[in-house]
């Protein structure tokens, strides 16, 4: 599932390329037809994301709210930022970088949990393939979304009432109002921390990836009750998030190791086994202690930790 940077990076595409532009909406699916007749013909006027949630705003005070959930996508053609924020570092594997195609540019970029080259040719517009719930057209670009969890129409109203259930965003809220927050929501609590990091409410745009990652960085046992983690230490995991999210964004990957150099951080850059602590690593010794990483099923997604360093 796509974590907040990869949404945050989605939303900048649509800033740069659609921002300012009067949109064709249709639906070739059919399925969000009214939807799209409602944002037809309207400017773009603003593009955020909030955790994994993206919200379009129309000239006509209208939203579009898309939650990509495990298999949303997002297709772009025409137009567009190939790296939305201009960094390209080479992933020898692609899946996570078209920059790694060798190919100056490609026709279509899909963005979701990772970056990668979209089937189709170099026609302009492209023909929508498969099953397209939603296109925004401009002169110049074209994004298709497949396969998201929510794609829907939203008054002005609407929008302030689901951001409002979502927890606080890194990028979005101010650093001091948003670290109250989350500190807030945890020490009230006696779930996990390693659930509540999880918890859209509690804190937007952390994945399984993140989750796992943020909590070796703070040597922190994932079952240990939100109010019993200390203050500072919960203080220190926004800080934390904040920066592992800046950093994601800006790289295209949820780059989790810090001081790597050189060769190491195209390593990292490369590979997504060479760039995490704990995450995918189950059985392999702990970079820090050696211990074997533990991955255990909570709620039904894969934890991994560290049973030595995060007790
Ligand atoms: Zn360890």
């Not at 945050?8 to 009067?22: D, E, P, T």
């Not at 080259?117 to 492209?126: Q, T």
């Not at 074209?142 to 951001?163: F, H, K, M, Y």
């Not at 606080?168 to 779930?191: C, H, M, N, Q």
């Amino acid at each position: 599932m796509p974590e907040g940077h990869s949404v945050h990076r989605i939303a900048r595409q649509f800033a740069l390329h659609f921002v300012g532009k009067r949109i064709t909406a249709s639906s070739p699916q059919v399925r969000f037809a009214a939807g799209a007749a409602e944002l037809n013909g309207h400017v773009m006027t603003d593009a955020k994301a909030v955790g994994k949630q993206m919200f379009l705003e129309f000239d006509n005070g209208l939203w579009l709210r898309v939650h990509l959930g495990m298999y949303g996508a997002w297709d772009f053609a025409g137009d567009f930022t190939a790296d939305a924020v201009g960094a390209a570092p080479t992933d020898s594997r692609g899946e996570d970088s078209i920059t790694s195609m060798g190919a100056p540019r490609v026709a279509r970029l899909r963005m979701s949990e990772q970056e990668t080259a979209a089937p189709g040719g170099d026609v302009f517009p492209p023909e929508p393939i498969g099953a397209v719930r939603v296109r925004l057209l401009t002169d110049n670009t074209v994004a298709d979304l497949r396969g998201p969890t929510a794609c829907e129409v939203l008054t002005p109203d609407q929008v302030q009432a689901a951001i409002a259930k979502l927890g606080p965003d890194p990028l979005i809220d101010s650093p001091k109002a948003g670290e109250e927050r989350f500190v807030a929501a945890v020490k009230k609590t006696s779930t996990p921390i390693g659930l509540l990091l999880m918890d859209q409410s509690v804190v937007s745009g952390i994945g399984n990836v993140y989750r796992a990652e943020l909590l070796f960085r703070a040597r922190l046992d994932p079952h240990r009750p939100g109010r019993d983690v200390p203050e500072e230490t919960v203080r220190a995991l926004w800080k934390d998030w904040t920066k592992l999210l800046k950093i994601g964004v800006q790289t295209g990957r949820m780059m989790t190791m810090d001081g790597l150099r050189g060769k190491k951080y195209e390593a990292a850059l490369a590979n997504r086994e060479d760039r995490h602590w704990v995450y995918h690593r189950t059985g392999e010794p702990c970079r820090v202690c050696g211990t074997p990483i533990v991955m255990e099923l909570v709620a039904g997604r894969k934890l991994y930790y560290c049973p030595k360093d995060q007790t």
